[in-house]
């Protein structure tokens, strides 16, 4: 819902208020400027054709687009000769048809007649507009001209080739009334511009277009061309009669209507001003039948009686949207607390409009109410919630602000604090008239509660929103185990995870392995023992034929050398040929040799043997670490 606040100037205000009881004063007809348009020719008295075109629908749609133009003016009236391509005097002869329409001008009071048409059988282009000569009434030549160069000039505008502004005398000597005027004078030659002088008007002929020339009936052809035609012939007699299109509620075809710009507002529904007030409009027109408030887009709410806005009025007053606050007239959208009303008593009102649907605490200047379906409910007396002020204790629809204590309502028990219920007060609270502690959370009693509450630094077991101070036992909540001894936690069993190793145990250091309790950040930290060193001799540098190898005595874990030892270089076959040489001269015998053999076969199974010691020695050392960690995850 759109609210704007009206801004009216104080002295229009008085002035309003002082006649918002009349009525807008109907206009004259009289005071109109009545103006015929005659389309020219009819389905009977058929006009020029060319190009496929008939001059007769043309004229027609031409001078529907001029009345609608011209009905955007404040204080003209528009009639057509004909309103539709039917000939207006059936049966008549084309002579008796011509003549009667500057008498029908006459009947409706015309100021002005203008006549429509299309021309054809010259080989040019163009439009040209006829007015009354200088003869009988002098000043219709005058003025007419002046009126027929405004609508050639706007004809112009919109590209249609200027033929000029033209008068055009009778050609023949008959004394029978088309040739002479009363006076002697000679006549006009075109029957409606003398017929209209005759009747006291000014008469016109407009011709728009060649409908014989090729270029011209492009542009007849074209219905928006016709429309635009229309509307340069409505706006040229516009600016010369000094017409102003309709603005505001004016009085125009017998009801007062809402105009802008000359168009009524026929979808506007809300509130518009005229000197004599603001009215309510209801699809463009003033709705005299309204008693009731109204709402406007931009003006915000009024209380309108027979069509009016009431000024003077003050109280509260409803439509089929709500009841509203009214002061001097205007739904108070700036007003929100309990207002009071003579005929329906207390009501809590926001933003202007009654709250029905509000039942709370609202306060005013004679203090906080309790507030049911927006009415200050003077029987009610317990704990009542307002939205936005909280709970508090009401005594006979007021809140009592004096009081310290429990007190109860449909929805609960609560701790009520200088009439307050203390919402920012969460724990345990012992109550002096039952003699237990309550679980208070919120301010609230939290009967549906069980569970542990923690209570200056120590947990407590709370049993249906009561400290149970007989219960021992254990309790589980969040993955702890909780031992209790009446009703006062003693101790909290943690469910610990595998742990995880922080320092790694060596040969010679103890390690560090660390576990995490699986349902808070608690953390403990067991040791790992050291391993102690694991040694074997292994090879570090092979013997070759030229140099000694090295073996050393090593800890497969962490690498530390206890000691070393030589390994002799390896024999050539120069060395080998050289032993065999001396063999007779040692005396060495074949069982010399074969021991020999034996034995160098002995060193090298050891060697090999030692070595595969080692790496047996290494994988044992890995599955002992391996089960020392397991063995410490286990414990």
């Given amino acids: 819902m759109k609210k704007r606040l009206l801004l009216i100037p104080v002295t229009a205000i008085a002035v309003i208020a002082g006649i918002w009881t009349q009525k807008p004063v109907t206009a004259k007809a009289a005071d109109d400027f009545v103006i015929v348009l005659d389309p020219g020719h009819d389905a009977t008295h058929v006009g020029a054709r060319g190009y496929g075109l008939k001059e007769e629908e043309l004229n027609m749609k031409i001078a529907l687009s001029c009345k609608a133009e011209l009905e955007k003016y404040d204080g003209v009236k528009v009639y057509l000769t004909h309103p539709t391509i039917d000939c207006g005097l059936p049966g008549s002869s084309t002579r008796e048809c011509l003549y009667s329409r500057p008498d029908y001008a006459q009947s409706v009071g015309a100021s002005l007649y203008v006549s429509l048409h299309n021309n054809a059988g010259m080989d040019t282009s163009g439009h040209e507009v006829y007015y009354p000569n200088a003869n009988y009434i002098p000043e219709f030549n005058v003025e007419g001209a002046a009126l027929a160069q405004c609508i050639s000039d706007k004809l112009s505008d919109i590209g249609i080739n200027d033929r000029g502004i033209h008068t055009r005398d009778s050609n023949g000597d008959e004394d029978d009334g088309t040739n002479w005027y009363d006076d002697g004078s000679r006549a006009d030659y075109y029957a409606v511009i003398r017929g209209s002088k005759k009747n006291g008007f000014i008469g016109l002929i407009v011709e728009h277009a060649y409908i014989s020339n090729a270029n011209d009936a492009s542009l007849l052809g074209d219905d928006n061309m016709l429309a635009l035609m229309g509307q340069a012939d409505a706006q040229g007699i516009a600016e010369y009669y000094g017409f102003a299109k309709k603005s505001g509620i004016i009085y125009s075809n017998d009801r007062w209507g809402m105009y802008n710009d000359g168009e009524l507002q026929s979808d506007y529904n809300g509130l518009s001003s005229n000197n004599n007030g603001w009215w309510k409009i209801t699809n463009g027109y003033v709705d005299f039948d309204y008693t009731g408030i109204v709402y406007d887009e931009e003006r915000g709410w009024w209380y309108v009686k027979d069509g009016a806005v009431q ?281 010399d040799v074969a021991d020999k053999d034996i034995a160098n076969k002995n060193i090298t199974d050891k060697i090999s043997s030692d070595n595969k010691a080692s790496a047996d020695n290494k994988q044992i050392d890995r599955s002992t670490k391996d089960d020392v960690i397991s063995s410490v995850n286990n414990q």
């Avoid at 003077?312 to 007003?335: M, P, Q, R, V």
């Avoid at 003077?378 to 936005?388: D, H, K, M, N, S």
């Avoid at 028990?413 to 502690?437: A, K």
């Avoid at 001894?485 to 909290?492: E, L, P």
């Fill in 311 to 591: 000024f003077g009025y003050n109280g509260l007053k409803s439509n089929e949207n709500g009841w509203w606050k009214i002061t001097d007239g205007y739904a108070d959208f700036g007003y929100t607390g309990i207002t009071y009303d003579e005929e329906r008593g207390w009501w809590y009102v926001k933003d202007g409009a009654v709250q029905f649907e509000y039942n709370g605490l609202k306060y005013n200047e004679n203090g906080w109410w309790k507030i049911t379906d927006g009415y200050v409910d003077f029987e009610y007396t317990g704990v009542a919630y307002g939205e936005e002020s909280g709970w508090w204790y009401v005594k006979d629809g007021a809140v009592q602000f004096g009081y310290n204590g429990i007190k109860s309502n449909e929805n609960g028990w609560w701790m009520i604090t200088d009439g307050y219920v203390d919402f920012g007060y969460t724990g345990l609270l012992y109550d002096e008239e039952s003699g237990s502690w309550y679980y208070i959370e919120d301010g609230k009693v939290r009967f549906d509660y069980t569970g542990l509450v923690k209570h200056n630094d120590s947990l407590y077991y709370v049993d249906k929103g009561l400290m149970n101070m007989n219960y021992s036992g254990e309790y589980k909540s969040d993955g702890h185990t909780y031992v209790i001894t009446n009703g006062y936690v003693t101790q909290v069993k943690h469910s610990w995870d595998d742990g995880v190793t922080v320092t790694e145990a060596t040969c010679t250091d103890n390690g560090i392995i660390r576990y995490t309790c699986k349902s808070c950040d608690e953390t403990k930290e067991e040791v790992i023992k050291a391993k102690g060193h694991e040694y074997s001799w292994v090879v570090a540098k092979p013997a070759t034929t030229s140099e000694e190898g090295l073996e050393e005595y090593k800890c497969l874990v962490c690498g530390d050398v206890k000691e070393t030892r030589k390994l002799e270089k390896l024999k050539t076959e120069g060395d080998k040929k050289t032993d065999n040489n001396n063999v007779s001269d040692k005396n060495i015998t074949d069982k």
